[in-house]
């Protein structure tokens, strides 16, 4: 039986949320103990590997442009410029393809005279490594369109599936490969069989659940135009976007050694737990967004609404981290990677202000308004590049993480501002609504685990999971009584009675 929208996207949420915790949890057990198998410099190369291959592998804006034009011509009822506006989106896919590896192949050439800080040895691996990865990311780039298909035709329960079972995946490929003695090399090895397997899933799906008809030889040159136009500034974001994470270990490995490199990539790699968890919501709701524009409602309703509910659920993470980060990092990896906290800190406090308006991002995309999207894009990228070498060559690993900052809030601003003036949302209804009523408990929340916490000095890890309790206590408590509202309070008591009525 098809599910409707509304249980695709909870079905979603809630696998979403599954996954994350799956993959957080397991990431929590195995990355230290992955550390420790091949050590702190192989980890940086791993690291480092991947985000040179990234800074070349994604969407280039097409995956958003499948999602804004499908919806739209779905919603509209014109199921043959979806398979149209597809078969160009395929073509140049292909060419692209190509380019990027005749790239990677110019790149690799080129490790040797970039890091010049690395050892030969550490040369020589990071080599290896990045042939493997590059294989793998030229022969999954075509498959990349599948994730827009699935999710523009609401098969959010399919789409979030594939991701838990690609997460679950990994993790227990790479645990048996290094308890079976092997190192770097397998783990990436395994990592990429685990991606093409799923790439192949998700293609069976789209061919049994969709209606999509691929035709390469299709040709319009109105329609490749609105494409171009479109994409071309999705790209731009998604460049600038890379110009963070991607480029950050390479600018930190002109002035530091891969051990640096290994910190910084234990902070992206708690940065991204975060931002999974405030992401698992996000382009849920963009068929529903086409479909409110489309008949002439307002926006703004949905997005206090899912903002609320974004708002608590980064909330309760930053308190967390903010409350137990250092300790935990410190019980986890050693005191070796107390920086990792102060980076990680400064990496996700940006988002706690930025992704609960994600209806309105999303609502941008649909306008087509993506334009503006990319100049604040453009200019986070500028500063964050200019400030990352200044920075970095004074302070090293923590000015690099003050630069990243400094860059997402000078983005945040700016964004909030392009939803004021170009989609007329009221921004400042949304600000009231949604973090003026729920910012009480947050705050709250630190003040009182402050104060609890002068009577927690329990060691170890059984001392971090009794402060773990008692500050999601002392959270949950303090958003019941200062922040939530009735709807949200009915939710979360339809949760906990469908979590008891299972378990009884």
């Known amino acids: 039986m098809a599910l409707s929208t509304n249980q695709q996207i909870k079905i979603g949420a809630i696998l979403s949320y599954t996954g994350i915790a799956i993959y957080v949890l ?29 800074f070349f592998i994604f969407d280039f804006g097409f995956s958003a442009a499948i999602q804004r034009f499908t919806a739209k011509f779905l ?21 692209i393809d190509i380019l990027i590896f005749f790239v990677l192949v110019i790149m690799f050439f080129c490790i040797p005279s970039i890091y010049t800080a690395f050892t030969a040895e550490q040369i020589e691996r990071l080599e290896y490594v990045f042939i ?41 490929l790479c645990v048996g490969c290094l308890y079976f003695g092997g190192g770097l090399y397998e783990i990436v090895i395994s990592t ?11 293609y069976k799906i789209v061919r049994r659940e969709t209606n999509i008809t691929i035709d390469i030889g299709y040709y319009n040159k109105k329609q490749m135009k609105d494409l171009l136009s479109f994409s071309g500034w999705v790209t731009v974001v998604a460049l600038c976007q890379r110009f963070i994470f991607n480029v950050a270990p390479t600018i930190l490995g ?6 640096e490199i290994g910190v910084l990539g234990i902070a ?28 002439g409602g307002e926006v703004l309703p949905l997005m206090i609404r899912v903002g609320r509910i974004q708002i608590l659920i980064i909330g309760m993470l930053l308190v967390g981290f903010i409350s137990i980060g250092a300790d935990f990092i410190n019980l986890w990896l050693g005191p070796e990677y107390d920086k990792a906290f102060l980076c990680t800190l400064l990496f996700i406090i940006p ?77 400042w209804q949304f600000f009231k609504e949604s973090y003026g009523k729920m910012i009480w408990g947050i705050m709250a929340a630190l003040c009182i685990y402050q104060i609890v916490s002068t009577m927690l000095d ?21 958003m019941l009584l200062l922040a939530m509202n009735a709807d949200e309070k009915k939710m979360l008591k339809r949760a906990v009675n469908s979590i008891t009525i299972r378990r009884g």
């Open 26 to 54: 397991t990431g929590l057990l195995y990355t230290p103990w992955m550390i420790n198998v091949i050590g702190k410099e192989d980890y940086g190369l791993y690291t480092l590997a991947h985000s040179i291959t990234a």
């Open 75 to 95: 919603a509209e009822g014109k199921i043959d410029k979806v398979n149209n506006y597809l078969s160009i989106v395929y073509r140049l896919y292909i060419f």
């Open 132 to 172: 493997i990865v590059g294989i793998f990311s030229v022969i999954s780039f075509p498959f990349i369109p599948l994730n827009g298909i699935l999710s523009a035709h609401e098969k959010f329960v399919q789409l979030k599936g594939c991701d838990l079972f690609s997460k679950t995946l990994t993790v227990l």
């Open 192 to 202: 990429a069989l685990v991606g093409i397997l799923v790439m192949f899933i998700k």
């Open 254 to 259: 002109l002035f530091e050694g891969a051990g």
């Open 268 to 295: 992206i790699c708690l940065e991204s737990y975060t931002f999974t968890f405030a992401f698992a919501l996000n382009g849920l709701f963009m068929p529903k967004v086409a479909r409110i524009l489309s008949s």
């Open 351 to 427: 988002a706690f202000f930025l992704q609960p308006a994600d209806i309105a991002d999303q609502t941008l995309v649909v306008s087509g308004l993506v334009k503006y999207r990319a100049m604040v894009f453009i200019i986070m990228a500028c500063v964050n590049v200019i400030l990352s070498i200044v920075l970095t060559c004074y302070w090293g690993i923590i000015g690099l993480a003050i630069s990243i900052f400094v860059a997402y809030m000078i983005r945040n601003v700016a964004l909030y501002y392009v939803y004021y003036v170009k989609l007329h949302i009221n921004i």
């Open 458 to 478: 329990v060691p170890g890890w059984f001392g971090l999971g009794i402060k773990v309790v008692v500050v999601s206590f002392i959270y949950l408590a303090c």
